[in-house]
């Protein structure tokens, strides 16, 4: 399994930018729920956001809640996150991460339960 993380950049607080991740590999992509993690300079990497894996389960930390938004598009083998009304304290590295789960409602939010890792995009907000 690789992923792919892109739409990193530098915004302004209270801006938008949005995450994708692309998946490729073996299996089937609706296998896995997939996560997007963080980590800011400093700080243990913490989680944003899962969707479980075919029928849009969704969780979010209470820091993003009602601003940013998790999706997927399986026939594309990519998930997104939208990130609106962007906060200074949003800078980090984000990370998606994919774990193998047996039912639609399994969404994970601690970073030992995926197994797989995309290499992190850099988002910057600025004032």
């Known amino acids: 399994v690789q992923l792919q993380a892109s739409g990193g950049g530098l915004a302004q607080a209270g801006g938008s930018l949005r995450l994708s991740c692309s998946y490729s590999g073996r299996y089937s992509f609706s296998n896995y729920a997939m996560g997007w993690f963080r980590q800011a300079p400093g700080k243990e990497r913490e989680f944003v956001a899962v969707?479980?894996?075919?029928?849009?389960?969704?969780r979010y930390a209470d820091s993003v809640k009602g601003r940013f938004t998790i999706s997927r598009d399986n026939a594309k083998k990519t998930v997104y996150l939208q990130m609106d009304s962007l906060k200074l304290e949003d800078t980090a590295v984000y990370s998606c991460?994919?774990?193998?789960?047996?039912?639609?409602?399994?969404?994970?939010?601690?970073?030992?339960?995926?197994?797989?890792w995309g290499q992190g995009t850099l988002v910057t907000v600025s004032s």
């Open positions: 991460a994919a774990t193998y789960v047996r039912t639609d409602y399994m969404t994970p939010s601690e970073p030992e339960s995926y197994e797989y």
């Open positions: 969707i479980g894996r075919s029928i849009g389960v969704t």
